[in-house]
């Protein structure tokens, strides 16, 4: 049974370009979570996803968006790059009202 | 405001000896704390969950307390092993959907020889 799976693993991105991100849930799991994680920082709630709609936001700008896929699998969509947008970005799989998430290993975005 | 509190924020032992970290909360109302061991670049790994009503779960050598009225929360590491050189992130859930988490900053943990 695999696990949350992301890719890339690792990417390089300019200022002002859009990257996307992708994920794909546990076995089982209907609800998706996107987190920000800054070096030495702890993670920062992005967005949640579930039946294809964004649930719950955090505190993160319109440039951040997302999509999930009837399969559950689901994207991360950042326009306009930042060079504070550099970061790993980790994705959470759960059941929905579940509170058991499993984390991916996460993709390395740096920003240029 | 919802905060998550860790110390120390690292910490250096030698291999074989064992270690507390410590987290203090202010998350309110409480559902569930989490501990989750990190290695660097990768994601986090569950290494126990407790409700209110728990005050100690173990996974093998790491052994987790909870004490819901001071809202303060330990992991214990015994006879630490090299591996053990992570971040350890200690989390706290609102009641709700599972994307209600509060991240501690971790306690970076080095195992030495």
């Known amino acids: 049974d695999a696990g949350v799976t992301q890719s890339p693993t690792h990417l390089i991105k300019t200022r002002g370009q859009q990257v996307t991100l992708r994920c794909s849930p546990k076995?089982?799991?209907?609800?998706v979570s996107w987190y920000q994680q800054a070096l030495g920082q702890g993670p920062q709630f992005i967005f949640q996803?579930?039946?294809?709609?964004?649930?719950q936001r955090g505190n993160f700008p319109d440039r951040f968006s997302g999509h999930q896929f009837p399969n559950y699998s689901s994207e991360l969509n950042v326009n306009a790059l930042l060079l504070g947008d550099s970061a790993l970005y980790l994705c959470?799989?759960?059941?929905?009202?579940?509170?058991?998430?499993?984390f991916g290993p996460g993709t390395r975005l740096t920003v240029t | 405001k919802n905060q998550v509190e860790q110390s120390p924020q690292s910490l250096i032992i030698l291999e074989g000896k064992n270690c507390t970290l410590q987290?203090?909360?202010?998350?309110?109302?409480?559902?569930?704390l989490r501990w989750y061991k990190q290695d660097t670049g990768r994601g986090p790994v569950s290494l126990t969950i407790?409700?209110?009503?728990?005050n100690t779960k173990s996974n093998g050598r790491y052994t987790a307390t909870l004490d819901a009225d001071t809202k303060q929360s330990s992991l214990h590491i015994t006879a630490s092993q090299l591996s053990d050189s992570a971040s350890y992130i200690c989390?706290?859930?609102?009641?709700?959907?599972?994307?209600?988490?509060?991240f501690g900053t971790g306690t970076r943990l080095q195992v030495t020889l």
């Open positions: 959470a799989s759960s059941r929905v009202q579940g509170y058991e998430q499993y």
């Open positions: 987290c203090n909360y202010t998350v309110s109302p409480f559902s569930n």
């Open positions: 407790m409700t209110f009503s728990e």
């Open positions: 996803y579930y039946e294809e709609e964004e649930r």
């Open positions: 989390v706290v859930s609102r009641p709700g959907t599972a994307s209600k988490l509060t």
């Open positions: 076995s089982g799991h209907d609800t």
